[in-house]
């Protein structure tokens, strides 16, 4: 018995081992996987992150007037495991370092994330396309030249041809 | 003396999760003993038949709280031998190191709830503390107190940098002395001794006849420790010491259990020591053809064997999991008789019994 004595002394000595969180700081690390954040910007509309969500908390949907893709992702069914961000090949969503979601009962359907991908036109037959990111382009050339900056603002369709 | 029969559980003060047990007592000792589960079943075969290879990946790391990375990790692998995708090497190392680090963790909840079951809580909220080092460790490396999500198909989804692998040895460092100390308490302690020497007797042959597997055929004297005896991801390429007891009691398995932490440490240490550079992680989407395997691991709670068949699409046909504790409760029924009621949550306990996995 007088072995965990010495330790039972030591630990009250060391005082209480808890934060005083919500009324304090408390330990948050770097590189903690809490709520996420999405870059439309960056978005290039491949629907991986919509395919591997487990809950199925990530949507992305054409809106009403066919002017571009809407990105939704319910916070309350996301299960923080980190695969959207694994397999997004421009990283356009990641996991923030905030872990607080507490928000009133009338927020419940209201608590997304949302961001907008506004359609552009091809420059040469003027229909509409996702606009490809400048973060896919690094992931696929090693270097972004001229001629591969022009061919960003083509559709698929023009970009064959223009290649060929 | 009167017999007379007394229900244990469903919902029961000393154990995490529901089971009920319906025991024949004569007086104060236990002689016979009905096991009834089925209180959480959650349909989870089923759910995992209606979701995509990648989905699955997190659906079974929420199978169990406590062994949650060795149901991605055991899945995935089943998944890697059917499509044949060869995982990078420093994957492999990081994928050990995950699975040790939540076997601590693990270990080090199971024989805290045994002090606080035996009425030593004190010890009980010493031991979680220690446990604290792990959970912050995690919480670092892997961004989460519980649920890693360390794995993915074909590797790992998170990389070690050199600053992350000093904090990590730190870490593994200032283990070692508490948990020096509370293995010596233990073992030596006369009350913790008192409560769990002698109590819930498994003679190695049961343990044979019952197949039992973990640390629970390893304090019985039963060496089937996956890691050594099939070894998987990294394992064949470090030294692993198996720790067995013959003390066949609780007592025994709390050590075996607080052995293998020592020896997890040693196995984290060896893996940063020796992890090779490259790629985590295969760097392309797999392809996934019809066929089916059978992968297994060694969970903190013993042998967890994955059977999975795909079809070509990338739903599985069939998963089905045979979890530790589907082998070991059965043993219950040798190691109940004979011993006073108030041993019975204690051990239920010495079977680290995990609810959630078994019943899913």
Redesign the interface.
């Known amino acids: 018995?007088s072995?965990?004595l010495k330790?039972?002394i030591r630990?009250l000595l060391k005082g209480p081992?808890t934060d005083p969180y919500p009324f304090g700081e408390t330990?948050v690390?770097?590189?903690?996987?809490g709520k996420v954040k999405y870059n439309a910007k960056a978005c290039v509309a491949c629907r991986m992150c919509e395919?591997?969500?487990?809950?199925g908390a990530i949507q992305i949907r054409e809106v009403a007037d066919k002017s571009g893709l809407e990105f939704i992702l319910w916070h309350n069914t996301c299960?923080?495991?980190?695969?959207c961000e694994?397999?997004c090949p421009t990283k356009a969503i990641r996991?923030t370092e905030d872990y607080h979601t507490a928000h009133r009962q009338e927020d419940k359907y209201r608590y997304v994330e949302k961001g907008f991908i506004k359609y552009v036109n091809c420059a040469r037959c003027a229909t509409p396309m996702v606009p490809i990111a400048l973060e896919l382009l690094n992931v696929a050339y090693d270097q972004v030249n001229e001629d591969i900056e022009k061919l960003r603002h083509l559709c698929p369709k023009c970009r064959q041809e223009r290649a060929l | 003396m009167s017999t007379y029969t007394i229900p244990v559980g469903p919902l029961h003060v000393a154990l995490e999760e529901p089971m009920y047990f319906r025991v024949q007592v004569e007086g104060e000792t236990v002689v016979g003993l009905d096991i009834t589960a089925g209180f959480v079943h959650r349909g989870m075969e089923s759910l995992a038949l209606q979701r995509n290879i990648y989905q699955n990946i997190t659906l079974t790391e929420r199978l169990c709280s406590l062994c949650s990375n060795n149901h991605p990790f055991t899945y995935c692998m089943a998944l890697e031998k059917i499509a044949g995708i060869k995982v990078p090497e420093r994957g492999e190392y990081l994928r050990v190191i995950a699975d040790e680090i939540k076997r601590i963790a693990s270990n080090l909840f199971n024989t805290g709830i045994l002090a606080h079951i035996i009425g030593f809580d004190s010890l009980f909220m010493h031991v979680m503390e220690i446990r604290e080092i792990v959970q912050d460790t995690k919480e670092t490396i892997y961004g989460n107190r519980m649920d890693l999500a360390a794995n993915t198909i074909g590797g790992v989804k998170y990389n070690l940098s050199n600053e992350k692998i000093k904090y990590m040895i730190k870490q593994m460092d200032s283990l070692k002395k508490p948990l020096e100390e509370i293995v010596d308490i233990y073992m030596n302690n006369k009350l913790v001794r008192a409560r769990t020497e002698g109590v819930g007797i498994l003679p190695k042959e049961e343990a044979i006849r019952y197949g039992v597997v973990g640390p629970v055929a390893r304090g019985s004297g039963v060496n089937n420790d996956v890691r050594v005896k099939s070894p998987y991801a990294a394992y064949d390429k470090i030294k692993v010491n198996v720790n067995v007891e013959t003390g066949c009691d609780v007592r025994a398995r709390a050590i075996v259990r607080l052995r293998d932490i020592q020896e997890a440490i040693n196995i984290i240490q060896q893996c940063l020591k020796k992890l090779p550079d490259g790629p985590t992680c295969i760097d392309y989407l797999p392809e996934i053809p019809a066929g089916e395997a059978v992968a297994k691991s060694e969970a903190p709670r013993g042998e967890l064997i994955y059977y999975l068949r795909t079809n070509g699409s990338d739903m599985p046909e069939r998963l089905k999991w045979r979890v530790p504790t589907y082998m070991n409760w059965e043993a219950l029924n040798v190691m109940m008789p004979g011993n006073k009621v108030s041993d019975i949550p204690l051990i239920i306990t010495s079977i680290d019994p995990c609810i959630s996995c078994t019943e899913r």
């Open positions: 018995m072995s965990f330790i039972a630990n081992s330990f690390p770097k590189g903690l996987r395919h591997v969500c487990a809950g299960a923080f495991c980190g695969l694994h397999y996991l």
